[in-house]
């Protein structure tokens, strides 16, 4: 019988990777349930390498149920293939799954009511390297409050886990000196991945659960 990561059988863990993706496309948790298109869970395998997390869906991605899917979507895709990476290989989401009306950034309520819909993700995906466009996912999952200036092409452990901090795309488009610096950052992370390559997939010594260390964090 094939397994996935731990002990539980495949078909299992695959009821459970769709359970989970029809609870967000059915959510109500928050008033971005009233105005959302629909939801829009992420893409990419369940069994991902890298796990890319953005800040939420804009208009585009609202109308496609697809992450990353318009303008800076496209900018991200170029990054991602210059770099060596494919766009197929990698889980690709955000840290609120429904739109934010006028694209304005998600309010800590609504981050804080999908969280343990993107924790659910990546303690199933249990990936190598986790990377955070923007501000937005490096405050939530790093909870790290320095400027994007500082802290994107770094590399931090958190209880044993890689996260890797980036500039959003679409900063890219408002900005253009700042593609090449996105670029050299793409070229990072595919070292930090290739990096990880030869690593095994069990849970380290010592390791918490994701979900276990992000609620003792938020304390
Ligand atoms: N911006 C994001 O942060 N996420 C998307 O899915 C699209 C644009």
């Known amino acids: 019988m094939l397994f996935v990561k731990s002990d539980e059988p495949m078909t299992q863990a695959s009821d459970r990777w769709e359970k989970l993706r029809q609870e967000i496309l059915v959510c109500q948790r928050c008033p971005l349930a009233q105005s959302r298109t629909q939801a829009v869970p992420g893409v990419g395998p369940p069994t991902a390498r890298l796990v890319i997390i953005g800040e939420a869906p804009g208009y585009r991605e609202d109308v496609q149920g697809e992450p990353f899917v318009g303008s800076a979507g496209k900018l991200l895709t170029k990054l991602l293939e210059q770099a060596g990476i494919k766009r197929e290989s990698v889980f690709i989401t955000n840290v609120v799954k429904c739109r934010p009306p006028e694209n304005r950034q998600p309010t800590q309520s609504e981050r804080k009511s999908c969280h343990s819909y993107l924790i659910r993700q990546l303690e199933h995906i249990q990936p190598k390297v986790i990377a955070l466009v923007g501000r937005v996912p490096t405050e939530t999952l790093l909870e790290t409050r320095g400027s994007m200036g ?53 849970q380290e010594e010592g390791q918490l659960p994701l979900s276990d260390f992000f609620s003792n964090q938020k304390k």
């Open 150 to 202: 500082a802290l994107h092409g770094k590399s931090f452990e958190r209880n044993g886990r890689t996260f890797f901090v980036m500039y959003h795309p679409a900063a890219g488009l408002y900005n253009q000196t700042l593609v090449p610096i996105m670029e050299e950052d793409m070229r990072k992370l595919k070292k930090l991945l290739e990096k990880t390559a030869d690593s095994g997939d069990q």
